[in-house]
């Protein structure tokens, strides 16, 4: 099957991807749709995929049906092949678990949504993932396919310690103090094992990924995560990880001496992480200083990575540069903003 071939958008349009029906293991089928996008008043309905990209070996296909004009319509039986597009496996994986088996699901994901290919749609739609993000229905936070250990640290983290706000001898809720008592035993219930899990959840690539910097920030209270099948809402999983950050801090962790500081530094991470909600219009200097230990495949996303969450800067996106010229870029900036280069020290 040839290579899809996108048509340009327009000046204020996106793509969506309409993910039609099937099971986990049907081939992947979708439509991708361009829509006028200027909010707040025109923006059309769609759930936002948070995702690591991961490695682009041995890609799967993702067939591309239809024209870009959407009637509404989320049935292809009508539909044409127009082409395909290959997908990470990571991505794929994302997608499969997505899918409905009952009807479609509109999707806005960056590997299909912009044309990679295009270094100037790319600088263009990217500038525009703030609000993409911001504006979608629901961001949907793709953390990994389920295994042994992340099902058992979502069981742990997720599911179980819930009932440590509950005494289900009086039949009622416990107060701030008595929960957190009775959160203290739970932790100290659980055994090497449990912990083991939680470590391995806790470092996840997902956690690393520069871009969910500003996504977390950008993303509403409506956003969820997803760990193969498993779904955990935003509440509950920040209510987790604050749990954990605070046993972790306060007591000895039940795992071996050589790992417990590496796990501390993973549940700080995550909890830094997930109370970055606050940090628009941060200095560039300290969202370097924030982001350094990221992850990111194109070096120019360590500025562009940032820039919907830092000070305004006069820097737009533009992957025509090389990554050098981005970042000499940022330098000219700061140095005549604030007179000094001492953050590159």
Same mark, same amino acid.
């Given at each position: 099957m040839p290579d899809y071939e996108y048509l340009p958008l327009g000046s204020n349009e996106? #793509? #969506?991807?309409?993910?039609?029906?099937?099971?986990v293991e049907d081939p992947l089928e979708v439509r991708v749709v361009h829509d006028i996008f200027e909010p707040p008043h025109t923006v059309p309905q769609y759930e936002a995929l948070w995702y690591v990209w991961g490695s682009q070996e041995t890609p799967e296909i993702l067939t591309v049906f239809g024209d870009t004009v959407f009637d509404g319509s989320l049935d292809r039986s009508s539909l044409r092949e127009a082409g395909s597009i290959p997908l990470g496996q990571n991505l794929a994986t994302a997608l499969r678990h997505l899918r409905r088996k009952s009807e479609g699901r509109v999707i806005w994901c960056d590997a299909v949504c912009?044309?990679? #290919?295009?270094?100037?749609?790319?600088?263009?739609?990217?500038? #525009?993932?703030?609000?993409?993000?911001?504006?979608?229905?629901?961001?949907?936070?793709?953390l990994s396919q389920g295994s042994e250990e992340t099902q058992r640290a979502v069981?742990?983290?997720?599911?179980?310690?819930?009932?440590?706000?509950?005494?289900?001898?009086?039949?009622?809720?416990?107060?701030?103090?008595?929960s957190l008592i009775k959160r203290s035993e739970y932790f100290e219930s659980l055994d090497q094992q449990d912990w083991r899990a939680i470590h391995y959840f806790l470092s996840l690539p997902w956690f690393k990924r520069l871009w969910v910097r500003q996504e977390i920030v950008l993303a509403n209270d409506s956003a969820i995560f997803m760990i193969g099948a498993a779904v955990v809402d935003l509440a509950t999983f920040i209510n987790a990880i604050d749990s954990i950050y605070w046993y972790a801090w306060k007591k000895q962790l039940l795992i071996e001496d050589d790992a417990q500081i590496d796990l501390a530094d993973k549940i700080t991470n995550v909890w830094s992480l997930l109370h970055s909600r606050q940090n628009l219009a941060s200095p560039i200097d300290y969202m370097l200083g924030w982001t350094q230990t990221c992850e990111c495949s194109d070096p120019r996303d360590r500025i562009y990575g940032i820039l919907g969450i830092c000070e305004k800067l006069d820097i737009c996106p533009d992957y025509t540069k090389s990554a050098q010229d981005v970042y000499l870029d940022v330098v000219r900036i700061h140095v005549d903003r604030y007179k000094t280069a001492n953050f590159l020290g």
């Open positions: 996106i #793509r #969506r991807l309409i993910l039609f029906l099937g099971s912009i044309n990679q #290919r295009d270094a100037s749609e790319r600088s263009v739609q990217v500038q #525009r993932m703030k609000d993409v993000y911001r504006v979608s229905e629901r961001v949907v936070a793709w069981k742990v983290l997720c599911q179980e310690m819930w009932t440590t706000a509950f005494d289900y001898n009086a039949n009622k809720w416990l107060n701030d103090k008595e």
